[in-house]
């Protein structure tokens, strides 16, 4: 028997989750049934929602496979050699829109921006702090670095310490820093197919090869991967991009273990990890890795705002002479001023506060939107991702005219994102993002987009 | 007869300049003898200074020449199919330091940083117009980028509108951004010699190869460049790194033929422009360039703040489509909120008064400094190069015991920086840099460094 106690600040749930993982991962009695959701709800007297919600994250991380009508057994995790981080927490924005209504699928709105409790911080870093007559640390401030590495430690099982963050000025520097610091050691970039189109052209600009590895249901595919040259590979394990496939931890290892024996790097994008709304979030792909292979990938872009400017990768150790050694160590890549207000946000408890608020007020949206697409398309269309981010995917299950969808939307003053567009390969889906709207505005573009979806099935 | 008025706001000195260039590009009577100073002076009743003023300035522009004993020439200056801009003004600075005395080449003061204004700025744009919710213009904001055209056309005499600006994050950036972006058009880079490292550096590690062109009085040597494979050099034409030489209006014009007819650019890096204290600044090259061939560099980080990494670049429109196409046109450089402060301080004037204040802060400094230094120093050593930036260069002109020199000053606590070190080739001088200290800090410091000196003097 497990001790769950309804005492504890822990959610019961959650106790459950820790309870059975730790089983698990002492026992590997790989293949055996877990109990029924409902044995287990009136052994413990809990819930049923709590022993579901418990098995979804443990099937969302890979340590329990699902099997239709017969329920959960133990997966084979080949985790002996991995320890496994516990903790977590991240998410995504953009562009001012002419439509009346944009399906965005990486929008927060303006007002989630901390404005009020960004301004004090501002003048106080200012009036206690700052010298503006000098030349910073080229890394990062070291205050900001331990407050990121601070986080990444504890919320997204993140295995590093500040002298290994380096702070730069979005995604896209980030990306490109790292190319160019490894370009004299690989020539071949692996990418997900499809994938995040941004990675693939800070590479592709910095005269790598590009090699496209398609992406299934475990995530990026090992056979295509070996049969590449691919020594780097980029990956967003947590929540795949456009597809929102979650890597199982199984092809996590798989994969790991692959990039180590060929002495290649796999960049993890951790990419709209915060904001998954029906478990709790993945850990990184870098908390369970042994071999230090993994360049982690974040930003501030997404959940806090795009217009500050202020992402971070951290490094392997042993990476860190390569960078240290480039010009780039020794100057800076964003302001002291948002360097060190950031810093105060992070180190005052707002930066968590404010990630649990846009989790519960866009989990609350995604949930009315889904409805409402339910609702409204009713049985003329499939859900093709949902649960995470600020977008959900879909695509008509019907006959559908989209040469006259596309026009309509143009017509309605509706814009419109298509995975295929941006990404590559065969994946096609509709990319509806609700994080741009309120609550209540939701149900009027919904409508709206009903009213052409409607009209352009054949 | 010129008309000079004292009642104008133009200095006199100004007025004679002007009419007196005017005089020269109009009758280009090459070789021509101008009036001695005295004469001059008893002819317009004004003072010998004044008339001094007048020829320094034409003489550092390269409009006339100097014979010694002999007097003033008008020059041979090929301006025929040039057009010559008049107005002009930009600095320098850095680091912390634990020495007692920092003579660091290019410091400015914390306390000339404008912080009451900055703030009130900072709270002023968000409270007007920020947008954290969005993503933005990634070549700059454009209202940003309109003040600096203005403040380039007006006093650096720079031709170009906002269009072809690019805001980046300091000088390592800018330059990181250009070597990417011509990448694949040129493979050879000329660099000065000696040169300012940093911009050797960037273009090193992107791949080119660097062909050090040396650099005599008149600016980099046309031989040399000519017999060189570079087709993209790097110049500091109004005030040379490290030697202070401002290249004359003649060597400006044939390195412009000389680069156009081989189809390659030249990087102007407009470095301490702003701090000149016995000439007007000179203006730009790019504003004599009817060729299109000139990249400008410019930076906020020497004259306002190196912590804020602003910096822009100024692209011939030529090369704009090769910017639009690579991924760095979508992702801004810099945060909104810099972005939208510095703009501010720019509109509202601060920004020239600015750039006045701090001119006129070192140039006391820099008087100061001099006198104090042939105080001490009297006739053991002699003065390489001065009357602009932050530092005054001087080599010692009796044997001297370099060796001890240096470990004693580390004894006393007293940082120097040396030419040599960090610039490459030939040229050695003591780069005493004066602005980190007050004013009436400075004798203190050239006693304690003079104290050391004779102690070196073999």
């Known amino acids: ?230 020594k780097l590979i980029y990956i967003t394990p947590s929540h795949h991009y456009p597809t929102g496939v979650t890597m199982s931890i199984k092809q996590r290892i798989k994969i790991l273990e692959y990039i180590h024996s060929i002495d290649g790097y796999i960049i993890e994008d951790d990419y709209d990890s915060e904001l998954a709304y029906y478990n709790r979030p993945i850990p990184s792909l870098q908390g369970l890795d042994n071999y230090a292979r993994v360049i982690y990938m974040g930003t501030f872009a997404k959940s806090l705002s795009p217009a500050l400017r202020v992402s971070y990768m951290v490094l392997p150790k042993q990476l860190l002479p390569l960078y240290k050694k480039s010009y780039d160590a020794h100057f800076p890549r964003v302001s002291i001023t948002t360097q060190k207000t950031l810093e105060l946000f992070m180190r005052e408890g707002h930066w968590e506060r404010h990630l649990r608020r846009i989790r519960t007020i866009n989990k609350k949206k995604h949930n009315h939107f889904k409805a409402l697409l339910q609702n409204n398309l009713k049985n003329t269309f499939e859900i093709v991702a949902e649960g995470a981010g600020l977008a959900i995917l879909i695509n008509p299950t019907v006959a559908f005219d989209w040469k006259q969808f596309k026009s309509l939307a143009e017509k309605e003053s509706i814009k419109l994102y298509f995975a295929k567009e941006r990404s590559g390969g065969e994946f096609e889906a509709i990319r509806m993002g609700f994080g741009g709207f309120l609550l209540d505005e939701l149900e009027e573009a919904v409508k709206a987009f009903s009213n052409i979806w409607h009209k352009s099935i054949c």
């Open 1 to 230: 028997m497990y001790k769950l106690d309804n005492a504890l600040k822990i959610p019961l749930h959650i106790q459950l989750y820790d309870a059975l993982k730790k089983d698990i991962v002492q026992k590997q009695t790989v293949g055996e049934k877990l109990p029924s959701i409902r044995k287990l709800s009136s052994l413990y007297n809990i819930s049923k929602t709590t022993v579901e919600s418990a098995y979804s994250q443990l099937y969302a991380e890979g340590f329990i496979d699902s099997q239709p009508k017969k329920g959960y057994f133990v997966a084979d995790i080949l985790y002996e050699k991995q320890h496994v981080h516990n903790n977590t927490k991240s998410t995504q924005q953009q562009k001012k829109s002419s439509y009346k209504y944009d399906f965005f699928p990486a929008q927060l709105r303006k007002e989630d921006f901390p404005l009020k409790t960004w301004k004090r911080l501002f003048n106080k870093a200012v009036d206690e702090s700052l010298d503006f007559g000098s030349y910073l640390n080229g890394q990062g401030e070291l205050g900001l670095r331990e407050e990121i590495s601070s986080y990444l430690n504890s919320l997204r099982g993140v295995q590093c310490d500040a002298s290994q963050i380096i702070i730069c000025s979005g995604f896209s520097d980030s990306m490109g820093l790292l190319a160019k610091l490894i370009q004299n050691k690989y020539t071949h970039f692996g990418m997900e197919e499809p994938g995040y189109h941004v990675a693939r052209r800070v590479f592709e600009e910095y005269g790598y090869a590009i090699e496209s590895i398609k992406v299934a249901k475990e995530g990026m595919q090992l056979d295509t991967l070996k049969s590449s040259k691919a």
